[in-house]
T-cell receptor, first 113, second 118 residues
Framework: SQQGEEDPQALSIQEGENATMNCSYK?????LQWYRQNSGRGLVHLILIRSNEREKHSGRLRVTLDTSKKSSSLLITASRAADTASYFC?????????????FGKGTKLTVNP | DAGVIQSPRHEVTEMGQEVTLRCKPI?????LFWYRQTMMRGLELLIYFNNNVPIDDSGMPEDRFSAKMPNASFSTLKIQPSEPRDSAVYFCASSPFGLAGGRTGELFFGEGSRLTVL
């Protein structure tokens, strides 16, 4: 089963609206990261939030982490057509004595102009 | 600054052929990762090197897959023989911090190698 699962799988909004994507995970984590992937391109790191942090901001991005609920959310404010991409959460965890970075299957965001 | 460089970007081959994917990590990064991305399974970690040494290869599907990192600036992922189910996008990523002691930092991804096995 997937360690990190994003919700929703797909999201379509109008330019200027806010977009919220959620990520749930199953085991304790060291940190949680969000990445963006444009179609046909590699993943680009957006933001990292450590397990002892609750909220982090970067420009129009706001990430929250609730370790009691094992969930995180990514909020993109005042969305733009250029924000159209897939967004992935990745959980850094220790498993079997080694550390791993496990990606979810992503949320596909479409921002309509 | 140059990012992670992967080649080839696209590869179409026939079942049974050998495939070699190449990766040049960002200079100074001590960790390198190979991931595979498919619609069905998402992003899967295949293998992770730290200081050129394979640390975790539990994600390598089977003996047909092998990966090497002969020096800090080059890595290969080889599939021999290839099968249609190996069709996917293969990503290489590097990191200055690696995965150690709870300090997992961000990964820098290449643009990927799209493999199609007919």
């Amino acid at each position: 089963s997937q360690q990190g699962e994003e919700d929703p799988q797909a999201l379509s909004i109008q330019e200027g609206e806010n977009a919220t994507m959620n990520c749930s995970y199953k085991t304790s984590i060291n940190n949680l990261q969000w990445y963006r992937q444009n179609s046909g391109r590699g993943l680009v790191h957006l933001i990292l939030i450590r397990s002892n942090e609750r909220e982090k901001h970067s420009g129009r991005l706001r990430v929250t982490l609730d370790t009691s609920k094992k969930s995180s959310s990514l909020l993109i404010t005042a969305s733009r057509a250029a924000d159209t991409a897939s967004y992935f959460c990745a959980t850094a965890l220790t498993q079997g004595g080694s550390e791993k970075l496990v990606f979810g299957k992503g949320t596909k965001l479409t921002v309509n102009p | 600054d140059a990012g992670v460089i992967q080649s080839p970007r696209h590869e179409v081959t026939e079942m049974g052929q050998e495939v070699t994917l190449r990766c040049k990590p960002i200079s100074g990064h001590n960790s390198l990762f190979w991931y595979r991305q498919t619609m069905m399974r998402g992003l899967e970690l295949l293998i992770y090197f730290n200081n050129n040494v394979p640390i975790d290869d539990s994600g390598m599907p089977e003996d047909r897959f092998s990966a090497k990192m002969p020096n800090a600036s080059f890595s290969t992922l080889k599939i021999q023989p290839s099968e249609p189910r190996d069709s996917a996008v293969y990503f290489c990523a590097s990191s200055p911090f690696g995965l150690a002691g709870g300090r997992t930092g961000e990964l820098f991804f290449g643009e990927g190698s799209r493999l199609t096995v007919l």
